[in-house]
């Protein structure tokens, strides 16, 4: 089956910093999701985003479809983003099932 | 309803007991899906439903495991038999299964077995 590998796996920083997050994967997608799991499970979507750019408000993600990679930038960060942070894709033709990526937590310091 | 809904949120059972967890999706999505989420992993895939009958039941671990969409909405995953290791989060995602299609989560049951 496909391989997503996210990175950092961790990653610590004091509040107003901005970071990057990395979701490399092994095969062709046709779907790409990210996603912020919050400290009580609760899986919010972030972005549907199989290929090109798109922002909302202090985050946004690229994905470099040709690349099999995507990218999620979180500026100017807070406290209310700590939490574990997946990648999830969907191989073309693979039945729509959501392939999830290890995940990168995120503890944003005041 | 405005989101996935789940129910119970909290399940604790004792080994070898049944179990059954179900989902309530988005009004008017068509597809539904199953994941279970152990402690430090990201989800998995179980099973996806489109309409009533199931797509795609591969991930399913064995067959103690079975899920159920009579009507084409409401889900029940049941579990027969429970092991401790079933222990998990289970959730239950919907989309409007227009071919590729963005996934909405439910808050998960959390599985726990004695």
């Known amino acids: 089956g496909i391989q997503v590998e996210q990175s950092p796996p961790d990653l610590i920083l004091q509040e107003g910093a901005n970071s990057t997050l990395r979701c490399n994967f092994s095969?062709?997608?046709?779907?790409l999701q990210w996603f912020h799991q919050n400290p009580w499970g609760q899986l919010i979507n972030l972005f549907y985003?199989?290929?090109g750019t798109k922002q909302n408000g202090r985050l946004s993600a690229t994905t470099v479809a040709t690349e099999r990679y995507s990218l999620l930038y979180i500026s100017s960060s807070q406290t209310t983003d700590s939490g574990v942070y997946f990648c999830?894709?969907?191989?073309?033709?693979?039945?729509?099932?959501?392939?999830f990526g290890t995940g990168t937590r995120l503890t944003i310091i005041p | 309803g405005a989101g996935v809904s789940q129910t119970p949120s909290n399940k604790v059972t004792e080994k070898g007991k049944y179990v059954e967890l179900r989902c309530d999706p988005i009004?008017?999505?068509?597809?539904l899906y199953w994941y279970r989420q152990s402690l430090g992993q990201g989800p998995e895939f179980l099973i996806y439903?489109?309409?009533?009958?199931?797509?795609?039941d591969s991930g399913l671990p064995n067959d103690r495991f079975f899920a159920v969409r009579p009507e084409g909405s409401v889900s029940t995953l049941k579990i027969q038999r429970t092991e401790r290791g079933d222990s998990a989060v289970y959730l239950c995602?919907?989309?409007?299964?227009?071919?590729?299609?963005?996934?909405?989560f439910g808050p998960g049951t959390r599985l726990t077995v004695l």
């Open positions: 009004s008017g999505h068509t597809a």
């Open positions: 999830a894709v969907e191989r073309n033709f693979g039945n729509e099932k959501l392939t």
């Open positions: 439903f489109q309409g009533t009958g199931a797509a795609d």
């Open positions: 095969d062709s997608v046709n779907n």
């Open positions: 985003i199989p290929s």
């Open positions: 995602a919907s989309g409007r299964g227009q071919g590729t299609d963005t996934q909405y």
